[in-house]
C-alpha cells in the first residue's frame, strides 16, 4: 500500500475522545495475549495528564484531517545496575485499521526516537507481547531487537 500523506504532530486535548477510544482498541487487541487483564472497562494510561506532561511526547498522525495513529515516549528510570539511569519507554501505538500496513508506525517511531534523542536519553525500549508477531515485525523493521523475554507462572 501506499503511504497516504501523513502529518505526525503532538497531541492535544482536543484529540482526547480519539485517543480514548484508540486505547479500547489496543486493550481489546491485547486481551488474548494476557489472560490477566480484568474483564470489563479498564484503562492503561492517563492520556490527558501525559498531554500536559512537559517530560511526555504524545503524537498523533493525522490524514485528511482523521487521526490514525498513536503514540508516546515517556522517561522512565532504569534498574539501578544498568548503565544508564533514564530511557525513554514508547508506548500507546496504535494505526486505525484502515491506515496499517503504509508506514505510518514507522513515522510515529521515528519522531518519537527523535523526541527521545533530543532529550539525552541513549536507550529507548518498548514491550509488546511475545505472541504479538505482527507488533514484534513492525518494530524489528524500525530497528527494535528482542531483548528479554518476561515468564509468569500461575
Avoid: C
Wanted: hydrophobic residues 40%.
Amino acid at each position: 500500500m501506499t503511504l497516504p500523506k501523513v502529518n505526525i504532530r503532538t497531541a492535544t486535548l482536543y484529540d482526547l475522545p480519539v485517543l480514548l477510544n484508540f486505547e479500547q482498541e489496543i486493550i481489546k487487541a491485547e486481551r488474548p495475549f494476557d489472560v490477566t487483564i480484568k474483564e470489563g472497562p479498564v484503562s492503561y494510561y492517563d492520556i490527558g495528564e501525559m498531554i500536559q506532561d512537559s517530560k511526555a511526547h504524545v503524537v498523533v498522525a493525522e490524514s485528511e484531517d482523521k487521526v490514525v495513529a498513536s503514540g508516546y515516549a515517556i522517561p522512565k528510570r532504569a534498574r539501578h545496575y544498568l548503565d544508564h539511569e533514564f530511557y525513554a519507554y514508547l508506548g500507546f501505538m496504535y494505526t486505525d485499521e484502515d491506515f496499517r500496513g503504509m508506514g505510518i508506525n514507522a513515522l510515529i517511531v521515528e519522531e518519537l526516537k527523535n523526541w527521545s534523542n533530543t532529550n539525552g536519553f541513549k536507550e529507548i525500549r518498548l514491550t509488546v507481547y511475545n505472541e504479538n508477531l505482527p507488533a514484534i515485525k513492525a518494530y524489528e523493521k524500525v530497528g527494535f531487537k528482542k531483548h528479554i523475554i518476561e515468564m509468569r507462572l500461575e
